[in-house]
């Protein structure tokens, strides 16, 4: 098989002038999930794999500094890829088009190079950028299998609180277009079991929430953070109201304890106010928007992680947190919400924030801080065996490929 994957991601090289000339959030979490899914194919997969990459960033002015990205190519860590970035402009209401625009020749010349091979694309997230460039492909070789990842639904993929009646005219635009595009989709794979409900899919599909990581492997020195009489709640991600980092604060306000800290890192619509907290009680620490390597070295070296993330609306049903198999993959032990999304095989690796109960956040993290050094190691210990071993890269990307074999 001839793979060639459509994706999203940030190339080493670029990473950090991605971040730098990004305003407001960073594509994170995604870019993470995306350099897993390409790993794990690589892995299981005896021929080179094609990357063509056009990047998920926001659009010049208000969320990125530059109007033009460029085309370059890139490199992978295995010598065995060959990727490249194409470049679009990187204009509000120009943007989708021009992605469309600048990748069909790109992928029109790798269907050409391998016409006598079977050829599968696979494309990240359900965007109509590239649901158009499935269907394109496909007129182009109705021989090829085309195969959509679907971490978010595309109404649930912006839960900022400063969306506009324009955003929601032209999501609502997309997503009529996405709903045509997908006559030309031959699989799918699916972050939870209840998305196949509302996109009545009925094509062949593989559930896989999510992939775990691999790079806690290092030794993690002491820290301002790891001292023997401090705890340390650490909370790493988007920070939207809607994902619950100011009931979190709220709740970590009410506890006592002088010796704990509540360290938050990432950025969103919440930042005010989470600096706000941070002026007037100095347990609690805003770090903003960190390196990839010292936000894993505080995962790794913090007492308990959480995702505050409540489930008390619709979306949870059809979204699974990328944030808890890394929090998980850590050995750091990880207290959250049962999310609807989840399958309950994660209940016995977590410890979980009660629905039902009145400042559950608040007696959830009193609990938690207050149980013994060995059974939170135990814990963590536990969750990372799990994730490591049931969740790898190479075991729920062989779902793929075992699902694409056998679509002619």
């Known amino acids: 098989m001839e793979i060639l994957f459509l994706g999203g991601l940030f190339p080493k090289e670029t990473e950090d002038e991605i971040i730098n000339n990004s305003i407001g959030s960073v594509q994170n979490a995604a870019n993470n999930l995306q350099w897993e899914f390409v790993k794990g194919l690589e892995e299981n997969s005896n021929k080179s794999i094609t990357i063509l990459n056009s990047l998920y960033i926001g659009s010049y002015p208000n969320r990125y500094k530059k109007m033009r990205i460029n ?28 992605r469309y625009l600048s990748l069909k020749p790109f992928v029109k010349d790798w269907i050409d190079s391998k016409k006598d091979s079977k ?31 679907i971490p978010d639904l595309p109404q649930y993929m912006n839960l900022s609180n400063k969306k506009n009646n324009l955003y929601n005219s ?62 340390t709640v650490l909370y790493t991600g988007g920070l939207n109201e809607k994902y619950g980092v100011v009931d ?17 890192c990432g950025s969103g619509d919440a930042e005010k106010t989470i600096r706000e907290a941070s002026e007037r009680d100095s347990r609690i620490i805003f770090k903003g928007l960190l390196k990839r390597e010292e936000i894993l070295k505080l995962q790794k070296s913090a ?35 049962m999310l609807d999304g989840m399958p309950n095989e994660y209940r016995d690796y977590i410890y979980t924030i009660n629905d039902n109960e009145e400042n559950a956040i608040y007696y959830a993290l009193k609990g938690v801080l207050e149980k013994k050094e060995e059974e939170l190691f135990d ?17 729920q990307c062989e779902k793929i490929l075992d699902m694409l074999k056998n679509i002619q």
């Open 170 to 231: 032209l999501k609502n635009i997309e997503i009529k277009i996405i709903k045509k595009n997908m006559e030309y989709i031959d699989s799918y794979v699916v972050l939870t079991q209840h998305m196949l409900e509302v996109l009545d899919i009925s094509k062949p599909y593989v559930v896989i929430e999510g992939i775990s990581t691999d790079i806690f492997n290092f030794t993690c020195k002491d820290s301002d953070y790891n001292q023997d009489n401090l705890k």
């Open 303 to 337: 007492t308990v992680l959480i995702n505050p993330r409540a489930n008390n609306e619709e979306y949870t049903k059809y979204s699974f947190p990328s944030k808890i198999l890394e929090y998980m993959s850590s050995g750091t032990p990880v207290l959250a919400y």
């Open 71 to 98: 085309t370059y190519n890139f490199s992978r860590n295995l010598d065995k890829s060959k990727a490249t970035n194409v470049g679009f402009l990187n204009l509000t209401g120009i943007k989708r088009v021009s």
């Open 379 to 395: 814990k963590g210990k536990k969750a990372k065996e799990f994730v490591l071993h049931k969740k790898n890269r190479k075991r």
């Open 119 to 149: 050829k599968i694309i696979i494309a990240y997230a359900m965007t109509s950028t590239f649901t158009q460039i499935l269907e394109y492909a496909k007129k182009v070789d109705s021989s090829i299998a085309t195969c959509l990842i």
């Open 248 to 264: 979190l604060i709220r709740s970590f306000e009410m506890l006592e304890n002088e010796n704990y800290r509540l360290i938050i």
